[in-house]
């Protein structure tokens, strides 16, 4: 237990005694406890809390019988007492203000950090809907001129290529030959738009 003779905390909030001085538990720590008393549970898993002896933390259950924090390591033992705000059944941390403080801080840190990775998943989201937009674009240009092409071709219009013409290397576009070839004066049936060297 004790080593050294120390004074009782007087402020409300949840303490525990390393071995010369009362320490009040953080925020998270005293509202687990509280919350256990609630519940009617028999301890409460305090996970790592560091002391004068465990300056790195040890791992710590609260039996709430007793109230007594153990180490599970050691099975040391010491006092946990409570202190309510008088004429209230709820206790306030006394100036517990840093720790709250680095609570709050931790939570920005990481509310910071959704926001960025929220940010570059929109980023990302953005880039992948103009890439489809895009594909799209081209997919209903190519479904066009497929259209015309075959809207062409079943006029009864098609190209008519002679012989002399691929000798010669001339190519007919369906545009230039249709406007050339496939006038109302220049046919007087589509079929005649056929012709052969």
């Given at each position: 237990?004790?080593?050294?003779?120390?004074?009782?905390?007087?402020?409300?909030?949840?303490?525990w005694?390393?071995?010369?001085?009362?320490?009040?538990y953080?925020?998270?720590?005293?509202?687990?406890?509280?919350?256990?008393?609630?519940?009617?549970?028999?301890?409460?898993?305090?996970?790592?809390?560091?002391?004068?002896?465990?300056?790195?933390g040890?791992r710590y259950?609260?039996?709430?019988?007793?109230?007594?924090?153990i180490?599970?390591?050691?099975?040391?033992?010491?006092?946990?007492?409570i202190?309510?705000?008088?004429?209230?059944?709820?206790?306030?941390?006394?100036?517990?203000?840093?720790?709250?403080q680095?609570?709050?801080?931790?939570?920005?840190?990481?509310?910071?950090?959704?926001?960025?990775i929220?940010l570059?998943?929109?980023?990302?989201?953005?880039?992948?809907?103009?890439?489809?937009a895009?594909n799209?674009?081209?997919?209903?240009?190519?479904d066009?001129?497929?259209?015309?092409q075959?809207?062409f071709?079943k006029?009864?219009?098609?190209?008519?290529?002679?012989?002399?013409?691929?000798?010669?290397?001339?190519?007919?576009?369906p545009?230039?030959?249709?406007s050339?070839?496939?006038?109302?004066?220049?046919?007087?049936?589509?079929v005649?738009?056929?012709?052969?060297?």
């Amino acid at each position: 237990m004790c080593l050294e003779a120390c004074e009782d905390p007087t402020s409300p909030g949840v303490w525990w005694r390393d071995d010369t001085e009362w320490k009040q538990y953080d925020v998270s720590k005293a509202a687990a406890i509280e919350r256990g008393i609630a519940d009617g549970a028999s301890r409460v898993d305090l996970g790592s809390v560091s002391s004068l002896k465990y300056t790195g933390g040890a791992r710590y259950v609260v039996d709430l019988c007793t109230m007594k924090q153990i180490n599970l390591g050691s099975n040391y033992t010491r006092d946990v007492k409570i202190i309510k705000v008088p004429g209230t059944s709820v206790t306030a941390p006394a100036a517990d203000y840093k720790s709250v403080q680095e609570e709050l801080r931790a939570c920005g840190e990481s509310i910071r950090s959704l926001k960025d990775i929220v940010l570059k998943l929109g980023s990302e989201l953005l880039a992948v809907k103009s890439q489809i937009a895009e594909n799209e674009a081209k997919r209903v240009k190519a479904d066009a001129a497929t259209a015309n092409q075959v809207a062409f071709l079943k006029s009864g219009c098609a190209p008519a290529i002679s012989r002399s013409s691929v000798r010669e290397g001339r190519s007919h576009s369906p545009e230039s030959f249709y406007s050339t070839h496939c006038s109302s004066d220049y046919f007087s049936a589509p079929v005649a738009a056929w012709r052969h060297d």
